[in-house]
């Protein structure tokens, strides 16, 4: 019996060290840069290994590839970015090839790996700004999270209805049994 306990213990903690997806795993002796390491020190960090998610902010597509522009947000321990009021920064993901706008649409939550290259100027509207670049190996799109459905019960009438015909707040008498003593009856021992 404590083998079977063991095994299950140990498939546990196997099944807990694979919380990230699989396209979006490192090796757990690498270490990872962070975005605002990368922001504040950009020559220091080129060529290290990230992990960086949030919400796309723009696709765009050309021959050369996909540049994916993205809001930054701090990730769980699975990746998932945490969306929130404030956000980091953005930063430009690079990948080959070709990403449909239709699926990696503009407020999807998205998380991706790759080494961290020379950033690039460009503009949010018509303010300035240096975007750290990612060059994609592994990308994650996080599918849409369901909201719970809310059921809501009026519980008065049931609450009322109740009250009628039981009492609530009051105890409830027990019977208790007890010895039964006859009336014209004499106990022998009393004498």
Request: include cysteine; aromatic fraction near 14%.
């Amino acid at each position: 019996m404590m083998k079977l306990w063991i095994s299950l213990f140990a498939a546990g903690l196997l099944g807990a060290c694979s919380a990230i997806p699989e396209p979006i795993q490192v090796a757990d002796e690498q270490p990872l840069v962070a975005y605002a390491t990368a922001l504040e020190q950009p020559e220091a960090t080129r060529g290290g290994t990230a992990r960086w998610g949030g919400i796309i902010a723009e696709v765009t597509n050309s021959d050369t590839g996909t540049v994916i522009e993205v809001v930054n947000f701090d990730l769980q321990s699975w990746g998932r970015p945490v969306t929130g009021d404030q956000s980091s920064g953005r930063f430009r993901a690079k990948l080959t090839g070709f990403v449909d706008p239709v699926v990696y649409q503009q407020g999807s939550l998205v998380t991706f790996t790759g080494t961290v290259g020379e950033p690039e100027t460009g503009t949010i509207g018509e303010y300035n700004y240096l975007f750290p670049v990612l060059q994609v190996t592994g990308k994650y799109l996080w599918p849409a999270r369901k909201e719970p459905t809310r059921v809501e019960v009026n519980y008065d009438a049931l609450w009322y209805r109740h009250y009628y015909y039981t009492r609530p707040f009051y105890p409830r008498p027990f019977y208790i049994p007890g010895p039964v003593m006859k009336e014209g009856v004499k106990n022998t021992n009393d004498q």
